[in-house]
C-alpha cells in the first residue's frame, strides 16, 4: 500500500512544472539587521538611489544617508517656523518633522515634499506641508501648500503622511489634534468641512486644487478629498490597484485600515471601532451623513503608522502583500490583498519587538523599516533561507 501511494505522489509531482525547484522548499524566514543608528527617532524615508536617501527624524534634523558609507549629512534650510520639540520634558509631544517625500520627476525637478509640525509664536502649533528645491544639501524655493490651522496649543495627532497618487496628484492626511473627544466643539473637528483638521487632501504639486476633486460645498476648505480623520499617518498605493491605502490610529483599540474613496466619510468621533478616552462624550447625531466602514480594524492598540505594499523579489511569498509597522506593541504586520480586500493578516518578529515608524522599499526591492526610539535605526529586513 505504501508503495502505491509512493508511485502516486511520484506521478503526480513529476507531472508538475517546476521552473525553479530551489523556490518550491525555500522557506520564508524574515530576520532584522542594522544598517544605521544613531537617529533621533526618525519618520520617514525617501530614496534618491539604492544607497542614498533622505531621512527626517522627529526629534532632529532632515538628513541626507548614504547607506553604504554610512554618512550622515544634515540639510540646510529647513523652515524656521520647526515646532522646538518638548519630548525632553513631556513624552506626549508629537510634533517635529515627519514626511519626506521626492516628487515624480525629481531628478529633473529636485522638488521634495515636507510635513511637519510648524510653530506661531504666542499660539501654538499646526501641521503644514511645504514644496523645496533640494540643491547641494539645502532646501531653497520653499512654498507652503497646506497650513492646517488654527494653531493651538496641543500637541497631538498632526498626520502629516504624504503620497502620490498614479494620477500624479498628492494626498495628505491631516490629524484633528484633539486628544479627548469632550474638546469637541459641538460640530466635531473632523466633520466641519470648515475646519482645516481631521481631514485627506487632494492637491496638484503645486499646491493648486485639481477640477475633479469631490465637491463639498462653496464654505468647505480647498482641497478635502475624505472627512471624519482622527490620526492618520501611514498613506500609500497598491500599484498593482493604484487603489490609495492609508492608516488610521484610534483612541481605546480602533485602530483601522482603510482605502480611500473621493467624498467618503471615515466617522470619527461620531462613530470608532474602539472606545472613547472621555467616558461622558456623547457624540452628536449627523443628519444625512454616510459613512465607509474601515477594511480591517485590531482588536487591540497597534497604533499604525508608515504602511507599504510589497512588490521585491527576496520574499516571494510576501509578493504584493501590504505591511503595516506599529508604534504601541512594536511589531510588523503582514496583510494578504485580493480585490481590495484582506484575505489574511500575520504578526511579524512578535519576540523581537521595536516601536515601528515606517516601513519602505528600496528601488532595487530591498525592505527597510524605521525604529521610533531615541536611538533610531534603519533596519533591512532579509531573508534568512532555512
Known amino acids: 500500500m505504501n508503495k502505491l501511494i509512493f508511485v502516486f ?11 525553479n525547484p530551489s523556490k518550491v522548499f525555500s522557506k520564508t524566514n524574515p530576520i532584522k539587521e542594522t544598517i544605521i543608528d544613531s537617529l533621533n527617532h526618525p519618520w520617514s524615508i525617501a530614496f534618491m538611489s539604492e544607497d542614498e536617501v ?13 547607506l553604504t558609507t554610512k554618512k550622515k549629512n544634515i540639510i540646510k534650510g529647513f523652515p524656521r517656523d520647526l515646532t522646538d520639540s ?5 513624552h506626549g509631544d508629537n ?24 510653530k506661531q ?12 528645491e533640494l540643491k547641494n544639501d539645502s532646501l531653497i524655493n520653499i512654498k507652503t501648500l497646506i497650513e492646517a490651522g488654527p494653531f493651538i496649543r496641543e500637541y497631538h495627532h498632526y498626520g502629516g503622511g504624504m503620497t502620490f497618487g498614479s494620477d500624479g496628484k498628492l494626498y495628505v492626511t491631516m490629524g484633528e489634534r484633539l486628544f479627548k473627544e469632550i474638546d469637541e466643539p459641538e460640530m466635531p473637528i473632523a466633520q466641519d468641512l470648515t475646519d482645516k483638521r481631521g481631514k485627506i487632501y487632494r492637491i496638484n504639486p503645486d499646491g493648486s486644487i485639481p477640477e475633479d476633486n469631490p465637491d463639498y460645498g462653496k464654505d468647505a476648505v480647498p482641497g478635502i478629498y475624505g472627512v471624519g480623520i482622527r490620526a492618520a499617518q501611514g498613506i500609500t498605493v497598491d500599484p498593482n490597484s493604484n487603489t490609495i491605502w492609508f492608516s488610521e490610529h484610534g483612541t481605546k483599540q480602533g485602530d483601522e485600515i482603510n482605502i480611500l474613496k473621493a467624498g467618503a466619510n471615515y466617522g470619527w468621533p461620531i462613530i470608532t471601532t474602539g472606545g472613547y478616552r472621555s467616558k461622558a462624550y456623547v457624540p452628536p447625531t449627523i443628519e444625512g ?47 494578504r490583498i485580493k480585490n481590495d480586500t484582506i484575505q489574511s493578516a500575520e504578526e511579524l518578529f512578535i519576540n523581537d519587538r521595536v516601536r515601528s515608524r515606517k516601513v519602505k522599499q528600496s528601488p532595487e526591492g530591498k525592505l527597510y523599516m524605521l ?16
Open 95 to 118: 510634533s517635529g518633522i515627519f514626511e519626506v517625500l521626492l516628487d515624480p520627476d525629481f531628478k529633473t525637478n529636485n522638488h521634495i515634499y515636507l510635513s511637519y509640525a510648524a
Open 54 to 66: 533622505l531621512v527626517s527624524e522627529k526629534d532632529g534634523n532632515l538628513l541626507r544617508v548614504h
Open 289 to 335: 451623513a454616510i459613512y465607509s466602514d474601515p477594511i480591517w480594524y485590531w482588536q487591540h492598540t497597534v497604533a499604525p503608522t508608515g504602511l507599504s505594499f510589497y512588490t521585491g523579489d527576496e520574499f516571494p511569498e510576501w509578493k504584493n502583500d501590504l505591511l503595516v509597522p506599529g508604534l504601541s506593541r512594536g511589531n510588523l504586520w503582514r496583510f
Open 121 to 132: 509664536q504666542g499660539k501654538g502649533s499646526a501641521a503644514k506641508v511645504v514644496r523645496a
Open 371 to 386: 525604529t521610533d526610539e531615541d536611538n533610531g535605526k534603519i533596519v533591512r529586513i532579509k531573508n534568512e533561507i532555512l
Open 86 to 90: 518638548i519630548r525632553i520634558v513631556w
Open 9 to 19: 505522489l511520484f506521478i503526480i509531482i513529476g507531472c508538475s512544472k517546476v521552473e
